[in-house]
C-alpha cells in the first residue's frame, strides 16, 4: 500500500511562527515577519458585527428563555426548579450579551 503524502506549509504560517533577530542585517526581516502577523491577525478578525452578529445570540437567549419556562411550569421532574433555575442563567447570560451587541450597533448609528 502506498504511503499517503504529507501536507506542506505554506510560507506564511511558516513566517508567523520564526522570530527573527532584529540586530544588523536581519532588520529587513523582522519588519517582514511582524508584517506577516498583521496581515494574519487583520484576516481572523470575526466579520459578522452589525445585525447580522446580533441574529444567533438573539435566537439563543429567546430559546433558553423558552427552556427555563418549560422546565419550571410543564416538567414533573423534582428537580424542575433546579433546572429551570440553570435555564434562566444561562438565558441571563445570553440576554445579557444580546443587548451588549445592541448598544454597541445603536452607538455607531
Same mark, same amino acid.
Do not use: W, Y
Given at each position: 500500500m502506498p504511503k499517503a503524502q504529507g501536507?506542506?506549509?505554506?510560507?506564511?504560517?511558516?513566517n508567523s511562527s520564526r522570530v527573527a533577530p532584529v540586530s544588523g542585517k536581519n532588520t529587513a526581516l523582522a519588519?517582514?515577519?511582524r508584517v506577516d502577523r498583521q496581515a494574519i +491577525?487583520?484576516? *481572523?478578525? &470575526?466579520?459578522?458585527?452589525?445585525?447580522?452578529?446580533?441574529?444567533?445570540?438573539g435566537m439563543v437567549a429567546l430559546g433558553c428563555w423558552g427552556m427555563?419556562?418549560?422546565?419550571? +411550569?410543564?416538567? *414533573?421532574? &423534582?428537580?424542575?426548579l433546579l433546572f429551570g433555575g440553570m435555564a434562566a442563567l444561562m438565558a441571563l447570560m445570553w440576554s445579557v450579551s444580546f443587548g451588549m451587541r445592541v448598544r454597541k450597533v445603536l452607538r455607531q448609528k
Open positions: 501536507r506542506k506549509k505554506s510560507s506564511a504560517v511558516r519588519h517582514e515577519t +491577525v487583520q484576516q *481572523t478578525r &470575526p466579520t459578522n458585527t452589525g445585525i447580522p452578529g446580533m441574529i444567533m445570540p427555563a419556562f418549560t422546565f419550571t +411550569v410543564f416538567s *414533573t421532574d &423534582p428537580n424542575r
